[in-house]
């Protein structure tokens, strides 16, 4: 089912501002449903992935992969930490194939999708050196021999921006010469660029403004160029200096009680969104947004349960996550919720509910996303996903009939006033829909005598009545409910009342 529109069950709210996206219209949305397509399975968490060419290129700590279905250890092809999958089918890609020494971290594709730049802990592919950067062609798969900077350690992010690919994690030194922890080099001849944040501590998480105006960093530094920045900063595109970035305040300070930091970073248009895990009790663990032109806040989201990975698709903001609370939505107690949708101008959440469990090592669930425009691939430690056995990666389209209605109880039947009957029925739930249809069906004809729609959440399920106002007097009728989410329905049992 298509995600169609947010309503006021949802908390949303109009913000027009520079830059800023409006509401999604009606008959706009993600276009994405929660059943989940087909896709092939990793052995082991997925850390890393871009979508280019028709093809969606994953990397992690995996040294194996399976088709969908398949057990643990049965019917594997080796595939040492980089894979590439089918964007259509998820089928494994047999002529992508490349043997790395180590993991993964992170894949980032050009913007015209022709190569794909990895980084990670590895300093040989198909032993050749390179040390934890490298980059592909993404049609035809070789790697290419321009792109190889000695990057002395760990490269966690990279992004691209004009003609510079950024990259941070842990290092000190790229080309013998001192990068703290953040870097640039030429996507052309692959040199070493200027651009010196000098972080003091990891980056996690790096994007550049859709103009490459500006340069985002989050991660667990405290300081940039010798200037406090907790967890985040605007950066220059070409020398790497601070730039002013009230929305930073966005970020708590770190105390005995709590550490927030940033892990994922998204842009788009004039916009730029941000991905908080924390640690402690109640601690930010959620998402945020802020004018790139103005550097000023847009909006703030609180739900607990750390946020690994945000990724913009057809309008709306997807994150995965381990919410377990929402601020104006659900509390605490209902569980864990990994994969959820936002609406980018205000942060409220949409309709749109599959979910996946949390593995080992990290025991989070979804730890990275991407979109090749109209689907949505999602990489982590994941065993599951909506309850079926499907490991390190999945992905979701606009193609099939989406998510079934929850099937709807037997109603509640009274006969009020002569040649009337009132049905009373909880709403049913829907993984891709918040609005539903009801209708009241009368005896084995199921003949409909009643229709009314209402928007329910797994946090919030109102009762709806429906009144047949034909009913024959003094017979007895059976009654029962169908919902219906414009693509399917889904009837209940029947319930039978005397009709006055």
Same mark, same amino acid.
């Given at each position: 089912?298509?995600?169609?529109?947010?309503?006021?069950?949802?908390?949303?709210?109009?913000?027009?501002?520079?830059?800023?996206?409006?509401?999604?219209?009606?008959?706009?949305?993600?276009?994405?449903?929660?059943?989940?397509?087909?896709?092939?399975?990793?052995?082991?968490?997925?850390?890393?992935?871009?979508?280019?060419?028709?093809?969606?290129?994953?990397?992690?700590?995996?040294?194996?992969?399976?088709?969908?279905?398949?057990?643990?250890?049965?019917?594997?092809?080796?595939?040492?930490?980089?894979?590439?999958?089918?964007?259509?089918?998820?089928?494994?890609?047999?002529?992508?194939?490349?043997?790395?020494?180590?993991?993964?971290?992170?894949?980032?594709?050009?913007?015209?999708?022709?190569?794909?730049?990895?980084?990670?802990?590895?300093?040989?592919?198909?032993?050749?050196?390179?040390?934890?950067?490298?980059?592909?062609?993404?049609?035809?798969?070789?790697?290419?021999?321009?792109?190889?900077?000695?990057?002395?350690?760990?490269?966690?992010?990279?992004?691209? @921006? $004009?003609? !510079?690919?950024?990259?941070?994690? +842990?290092?000190?030194?790229?080309? *013998?010469?001192?990068?703290?922890? #953040? &870097? %640039?080099?030429?996507?052309?001849?692959?040199?070493?660029?200027?651009?010196?944040?000098?972080?003091?501590?990891?980056?996690?998480?790096?994007?550049?403004?859709?103009?490459?105006?500006?340069?985002?960093?989050?991660?667990?530094?405290?300081?940039? @160029? $010798?200037? !406090?920045?907790?967890?985040?900063? +605007?950066?220059?595109?070409?020398? *790497?200096?601070?730039?002013?970035? #009230? &929305? %930073?305040?966005?970020?708590?300070?770190?105390?005995?009680?709590?550490?927030?930091?940033?892990?994922?970073?998204?842009?788009?248009?004039?916009?730029?969104?941000?991905?908080?895990?924390?640690?402690?009790?109640?601690?930010?663990?959620?998402?945020?947004?802020?004018?790139?032109?103005?550097?000023?806040?847009?909006?703030?989201?609180?739900?607990?349960?750390?946020?690994?990975?945000?990724?913009?698709?057809?309008?709306?903001?997807?994150?995965?996550?381990?919410?377990?609370?929402?601020?104006?939505?659900?509390?605490?107690?209902?569980?864990?919720?990994?994969?959820?949708?936002?609406?980018?101008?205000?942060?409220?959440?949409?309709?749109?509910?599959?979910?996946?469990?949390?593995?080992?090592?990290?025991?989070?669930?979804?730890?990275?996303?991407?979109?090749?425009?109209?689907?949505?691939?999602?990489?982590?430690?994941?065993?599951?996903?909506?309850?079926?056995?499907?490991?390190?990666?999945?992905?979701?389209?606009?193609?099939?009939?989406?998510?079934?209605?929850?099937?709807?109880?037997?109603?509640?039947?009274?006969?009020?006033?002569?040649?009337?009957?009132?049905?009373?029925?909880?709403?049913?739930?829907?993984?891709?829909?918040?609005?539903?249809?009801?209708?009241?069906?009368?005896?084995?004809?199921?003949?409909?005598?009643?229709?009314?729609?209402?928007?329910?959440?797994?946090?919030?399920?109102?009762?709806?009545?429906?009144?047949?106002?034909?009913?024959?007097?003094?017979?007895?009728?059976?009654?029962?409910?169908?919902?219906?989410?414009?693509?399917?329905?889904?009837?209940?049992?029947?319930?039978?009342?005397?009709?006055?």
């Amino acid at each position: 089912m298509r995600l169609r529109r947010m309503t006021a069950a949802l908390g949303a709210a109009g913000l027009v501002l520079a830059g800023i996206p409006a509401l999604p219209a009606p008959g706009t949305g993600a276009s994405l449903t929660a059943v989940a397509n087909a896709a092939w399975q990793t052995d082991a968490s997925v850390l890393g992935l871009a979508v280019a060419k028709g093809k969606a290129f994953v990397g992690g700590r995996f040294t194996r992969v399976r088709p969908p279905g398949a057990a643990p250890g049965t019917s594997v092809t080796v595939r040492t930490y980089l894979a590439a999958f089918n964007q259509t089918t998820g089928a494994l890609d047999t002529s992508f194939n490349h043997t790395l020494n180590n993991v993964v971290w992170s894949i980032v594709a050009s913007p015209d999708g022709t190569k794909i730049y990895v980084g990670g802990d590895f300093t040989r592919v198909d032993g050749q050196v390179r040390n934890r950067i490298a980059a592909f062609d993404a049609t035809t798969g070789a790697l290419l021999p321009n792109i190889k900077p000695n990057v002395s350690y760990r490269v966690k992010t990279v992004a691209v @921006g $004009g003609n !510079s690919l950024y990259f941070g994690g +842990s290092f000190g030194l790229v080309n *013998g010469v001192a990068r703290n922890r #953040a &870097a %640039a080099i030429s996507t052309v001849d692959g040199s070493l660029l200027p651009w010196n944040p000098n972080a003091d501590a990891d980056v996690y998480a790096i994007d550049a403004a859709d103009d490459n105006s500006k340069v985002y960093l989050g991660g667990t530094f405290a300081r940039i @160029g $010798g200037t !406090s920045r907790w967890a985040v900063a +605007s950066v220059n595109n070409s020398t *790497g200096a601070l730039l002013p970035f #009230a &929305a %930073a305040s966005a970020v708590p300070l770190p105390n005995s009680s709590c550490t927030s930091r940033v892990k994922d970073i998204e842009t788009s248009g004039g916009v730029v969104y941000f991905a908080n895990a924390g640690d402690g009790g109640g601690c930010f663990d959620g998402t945020w947004a802020a004018n790139i032109a103005t550097g000023s806040l847009v909006w703030k989201n609180t739900c607990l349960g750390a946020t690994e990975a945000i990724t913009m698709v057809n309008g709306w903001l997807f994150k995965g996550s381990h919410a377990h609370s929402c601020p104006g939505a659900f509390s605490d107690g209902t569980g864990a919720h990994f994969l959820l949708l936002q609406n980018p101008a205000n942060g409220s959440l949409g309709p749109w509910f599959p979910n996946t469990n949390a593995g080992p090592p990290t025991e989070v669930g979804p730890l990275v996303s991407a979109t090749g425009g109209t689907d949505l691939w999602v990489g982590g430690d994941f065993t599951r996903v909506n309850g079926v056995n499907q490991q390190g990666l999945t992905r979701f389209t606009n193609l099939g009939a989406g998510a079934k209605p929850l099937g709807p109880t037997l109603p509640t039947l009274s006969s009020p006033t002569t040649g009337q009957v009132r049905a009373t029925v909880q709403t049913s739930l829907d993984n891709d829909d918040i609005t539903l249809t009801y209708r009241l069906l009368r005896g084995a004809a199921n003949t409909v005598v009643a229709t009314t729609t209402a928007n329910s959440t797994f946090w919030s399920r109102p009762t709806v009545t429906l009144t047949d106002t034909t009913a024959p007097s003094g017979t007895s009728q059976q009654y029962r409910i169908e919902v219906y989410d414009g693509n399917n329905a889904v009837r209940g049992g029947y319930a039978t009342v005397t009709v006055r």
